[in-house]
């Protein structure tokens, strides 16, 4: 599980995070949903390590992020809004890679990468220059990368910008098997139908501060997911 305790993350005078708290609980998948500019990407950085923060504390399965990072990170996979891959490498070495640095045993990488390159229907283009790929190749590169070391924890950030639709229904479908092995994921994203029927719950952050938190259908009520957010922005 995820325990954010109190995180504040400040950009000199500024408040990117202030005071925020929420838990993602195992076998959960949880929506993050704000307007550009709201944190989204300062919280997600914060619980993968990549960001220092001021105040509070992230952990993950109990352990802080803070004091172990090397334990927490090898726990979960991260997918950033913008697959900055290292391009003079072919795709499936930077997979092997990703592999190699969590220690993925060779029939359990071999499996695995097969299985997402034929689902993302990039298996003829493994052995290609990633400095030749769309925008959406890449981010398949990068949910494989992610994937085929079979994480507890994944952190995604926009994960469906840039992919074809029969990407995006594959991608729902990994979420929902891995939902179905008790497994934990986070993911912010603008496609708020997809999040509606997605998720059990939802946290939406405006101005570095969570306005809403809770079970999807109790913060939907008798609204849609998109009615809500819009009418949050009214708030505060």
Known sequence: MINIKNVTKKYGDKKALNNVSF???????????????????????????ILDFDEGDILINNTS?????????????????????YENMKAIDFINFICDMYEVKETQRKEKIEKYAKMFEIENNL???????????KQKIALISA???????LIMDEPFVGLDPKAVYDMKEIMKQMKQENKTIFFSTHILDVAEKLCDKVAIIKKGEIIKLGNMKEIKKDESLEQVFLESGDQK
């Open 147 to 153: 994937l085929a070391h079979d994480p507890e924890v």
């Open 65 to 85: 992020i803070k004091k172990e990072p090397i334990k927490c990170k090898k726990q979960m996979a991260y997918v950033p809004d913008n697959p900055d891959l």
């Open 23 to 49: 838990n993602v609980e195992s076998g959960e998948i949880f929506a993050f949903i704000g307007h550009n500019g709201a944190g989204k990407t300062t919280m997600i950085k914060s619980i993968v390590g």
């Open 127 to 137: 052995n290609d220059d990633i400095s030749s790929f769309s925008h959406g190749m």
